[in-house]
């Protein structure tokens, strides 16, 4: 089945606690990104990859790494977390481009952090 | 700068009545344009898009959506609503050039009376 699959699907730290949610993809998507979703906000943003090697800040990159060291894993790692990055966390993935015709992002089911 | 507006927050349904969430767009070129739904505790699901062509897109579950350039608007619409529909819908565009970026929406929470 292809897929987007994240984990852990709940955690909850405390602040300056390093740590990594997985991402992985089944589909040998060549593009992946990381969106965080908060009340009233909607989901922005936060880094995106073209490539094996190659990523990108998105709109909300403060606080958080990323690396793309094989094509089908993306870890979003948030080395020294903060209350304000408790939020709803979605890895995505698609074969080209977002605004390319008929590329759709495919999105894992979530990861719910809480730093307390 | 790229937006994506819902203007409404909540939106309530009788079961069986027709219903259409709103979306605006504001890009400097016609984007791309996606509606999504999330069920609670759920991912994102991609009920339809619009790249280009005819403006009106059908989609998954029934949902369908009209492409208004003279609007800026890119409206989700159902004929008769059904409980399952309660979920949170999202507008969503993309730019060419734009990166791997979608521009999201703030959402729209749709609950359905019975």
């Known amino acids: 089945e292809a897929q987007v699959t994240q984990n852990p699907r709940y955690l909850i730290t405390v602040t300056g606690k390093k740590l990594t949610v997985t991402c992985s993809q089944n589909?040998?998507?060549?593009?992946m990104s990381w969106y965080r979703q908060d009340p009233g906000l909607g989901l922005r943003q936060i880094y995106y990859s073209m490539n094996v090697e190659v990523t990108d800040k998105g709109d909300v990159p403060e606080g958080y790494k990323v690396s793309r060291k094989e094509k089908r894993n993306f870890p979003l790692i948030l080395e020294s977390p903060s209350p304000n990055q408790t939020s709803l966390y979605f890895c995505?993935?698609?074969?080209?481009?977002?605004?390319?015709?008929?590329?759709?992002?495919?999105f894992g089911p979530g990861t719910r952090l809480t730093v307390l | 700068a790229q937006s994506v507006t819902q203007p409404d927050i909540h939106i309530t349904v009788s079961e069986g009545a027709s219903l259409e969430l709103r979306c605006n767009y504001s890009?400097?070129?016609?984007?791309?344009l996606f509606w999504y739904v999330q069920s609670p505790g759920q991912g994102l699901q991609l009920l339809l898009k619009y790249f280009s062509g005819d403006t009106l897109v059908q989609g998954i579950k029934g949902f369908e959506a009209e492409f208004k350039r003279s609007q800026s608007s890119f409206n989700l619409r159902k004929p008769s609503v059904h409980w399952s529909d309660a979920a949170e819908y999202f507008c969503a565009g993309a730019l060419t050039g734009g990166g791997n970026k979608l521009t999201f929406g703030t959402g729209t929470q749709l609950k359905v009376e019975l």
């Open positions: 589909m040998n998507h060549e593009y």
């Open positions: 890009y400097g070129a016609t984007p791309y």
């Open positions: 995505a993935s698609s074969l080209g481009l977002a605004g390319v015709s008929n590329n759709e992002q495919f």
